[in-house]
Structures are given as C-alpha cells and as structure tokens.
C-alpha cells in the first residue's frame, strides 16, 4: 500500500530549473511541504522521495492527515514511537 501510495505521489511531481547550486527543483503539490533540490534530475528525485517517505512517517506519527493520491488512501492511525 505504501508503495503505490509512494509511486503514484511521484507521478505527481513536478521540476523545474532555479538558479542554484542545486539547480534541478521538485514538488510534489498535493503534499504541503514535500520539495526537495539535487545537482541532477535523479539525485533531486532521489532526494524528493525520501523526503516524502519523511513526510508520511512523520504525519502518520502526528496524525496529520495524509491526503489520497488517485485513490490511493494511507490509514490515518498514528503511531506511537515504538511502532517507527
């Protein structure tokens, strides 16, 4: 579940180029806060899902709501520090 939950987050994505060391820019627009930077497309890919993998465990772990991505829901329980 996570999984697809995961890849199709990522279908979600969008670049672009900035003016940075870190020139190559990802969000992901359905997850507040989800962005990340990287020398080349894949690294700042690379660095966007982890970054989103982050995010979920951290609002499952809040129990902040995790919005649905084409029909792809994650259970809403929130996790005690010992379940992570």
């Excluded at 999984?3 to 969000?27: L, S, V």
């Excluded at 660095?47 to 129990?63: A, K, S, Y």
Aim: glycine share 8%; proline share 11%; with cysteine.
């Amino acid at each position: 579940m996570l999984t697809a939950y995961i890849q199709a987050a990522m279908r979600h994505a969008r670049y672009e180029m900035i003016e940075d060391p870190k020139p190559f820019y990802g969000a992901i627009p359905e997850c507040p806060g989800v962005w990340a930077t990287g020398r080349t497309l894949e690294g700042c890919r690379d660095e966007l899902q982890e970054t989103l993998e982050d995010w979920i465990v951290l609002g499952l772990r809040l129990g902040h709501p995790i919005p649905e991505i084409d029909g792809i829901p994650v259970p809403q329980e929130k996790l005690e520090p010992a379940d992570v």
